[in-house]
């Protein structure tokens, strides 16, 4: 289903779902956390996306009132991201999730702890 169609329902779980249906939005905002990072860094935190497809989940993520985008007017151009209250909110629902999927992982199946991973190129996601 379609963000455009999950829209379409006037239930919370719906529209939540429509503003963090994608797999890079909860991991974005656990690498923005309470701080403020700028573009370049949360390309290198989040190697294994594309800068187009952070570009384009980021301007999605502030039109879903998740992320503050702060433009500064320097030579080179500075531009920080941040969470806003809503997506601060987030942090303790995603935390949840971290330990709802430890607790019933799958046997046999290595887990990795991403806040815990080192940089490894195109492989890891670092949080």
């Known amino acids: 289903m379609k963000k455009n169609e999950l829209m379409q329902y006037s239930c919370p779980l719906g529209k939540a779902m429509a503003a963090l249906g994608s797999k890079w939005k909860p991991i974005i905002v656990l690498v923005i956390k309470d ?5 370049g860094e949360l390309a290198v935190r989040i190697n294994v996306i594309s800068r187009k497809v952070l570009t384009d989940q980021l301007r999605e993520m502030e039109s879903d009132g998740l992320v503050i985008r ?6 080179p151009p500075r531009v920080e991201y941040s969470l806003t209250e809503k997506g601060l909110a987030l942090l303790p629902i995603l ?6 999927e430890a607790k019933y992982q799958v046997s046999g199946i290595p887990y990795k702890d991403c806040s815990a991973q080192k940089k490894e190129p195109k492989k890891a996601v670092n949080v």
């Open 95 to 100: 935390y949840l999730l971290e330990e709802w």
């Open 70 to 75: 702060e433009e500064f007017k320097e030579l």
């Open 35 to 39: 701080r403020k990072l700028r573009f």
